[in-house]
């Protein structure tokens, strides 16, 4: 069964940078539909961008130019490399896979995911 566990949150001053990784087990992500969420504290979860089976990416408009998601098939994990970081960007970050649709249908929503990670806190100060 496949399990998500995301690493490399923390705490960063506005304008700097990280990189969140998501290591996978159980299940290959090659051909599966992958995306980052995030939820800030009084806000719902909002999908940041999401990568398909083909490589194809979908960015929300807060976050296009600034993130950027990429993957290692290889070492089946998924990543979320973060710049130009800001307070608003403050939230808890999740991985998540969806197996549910072949792959291809991979909009950055909830629907399509069906996998989930745990979460991983981070945090933009001023």
């Known amino acids: 069964q496949l399990q998500l566990a995301e690493s490399g949150g923390g705490s960063v001053q506005a304008g700097g940078s990280l990189r969140l990784s998501c290591a996978a087990s159980?299940?290959?992500?090659?051909?599966?539909?992958m995306g980052w969420f995030r939820q800030a504290p009084g806000k719902e979860r909002e999908g940041i961008v999401t990568?398909?089976?083909?490589?194809?990416?979908a960015y929300t408009d807060s976050v296009k130019g600034r993130f950027t998601i990429s993957k290692d098939n290889a070492k089946n994990t998924l990543y979320l490399q973060m710049n130009s970081l800001n307070p608003e960007d403050t939230a808890m970050y999740y991985c998540?896979?969806?197996?549910?649709?072949?792959?291809?249908?991979?909009?950055?929503?909830?629907?399509?995911?069906?996998?989930w990670g745990q979460g991983t806190q981070v945090t933009v100060s001023s």
């Open positions: 990568i398909n089976s083909d490589g194809i990416t």
């Open positions: 159980g299940y290959t992500i090659r051909n599966v539909c």
């Open positions: 998540a896979a969806g197996l549910r649709f072949g792959g291809r249908w991979c909009p950055p929503i909830t629907e399509p995911f069906n996998y």
